[in-house]
């Protein structure tokens, strides 16, 4: 009995914390393209129902939301990284009072557009703003190796 008692408060505790990360997730879709309602966002969501928790569960849960997070454009990330040589996702997410994982998602995305690009592995990654003079270094060593290819 005990068992499944840890299971219910398990899976009610998961299903609070993704309501609160679909919230966060309409918020940054809201503030990125202006639109209010989205088919995702209207959508009714069962509510769990509200169950005691323990000293530590309590405890995590004011750590978690002591720090109020903030939506973070595309265009901050940018604009940080072109000023500085490069930064962790760790510092970018302090510096703009976002959270993690939404500032991670929107570095990706500028990287697969090719306006960043990343050094490092693991702890160590850096992101890096792709600035003119590189991708005018990147052009020219393509041509260079495309007339080195001609000459043999």
Request: overall charge positive.
């Amino acid at each position: 009995m005990r068992t499944t008692e840890a299971i219910v408060d398990s899976i009610e505790n998961r299903l609070r914390e993704l309501n609160q990360e679909i919230d966060t997730l309409t918020a940054a879709r809201t503030a990125l393209d202006g639109r209010e309602d989205a088919p995702a966002a209207s959508a009714p969501r069962a509510a769990a129902p509200v169950r005691r928790r323990s000293s530590a569960g309590r405890a995590r849960q004011r750590r978690r939301s002591a720090r109020a997070v903030e939506i973070v454009p595309a265009g901050k990330l940018e604009l940080l990284l072109s000023e500085n040589g490069g930064l962790t996702t760790s510092v970018l997410t302090e510096r703009t009072n976002g959270d993690r994982d939404q500032v991670l998602t929107l570095l990706r995305e500028l990287e697969a557009s090719g306006r960043v690009r990343r050094s490092g592995q693991r702890r160590s990654t850096r992101w890096h703003a792709i600035t003119d003079e590189d991708r005018i270094r990147e052009r020219a060593a393509e041509l260079a190796a495309r007339s080195r290819r001609k000459r043999s």
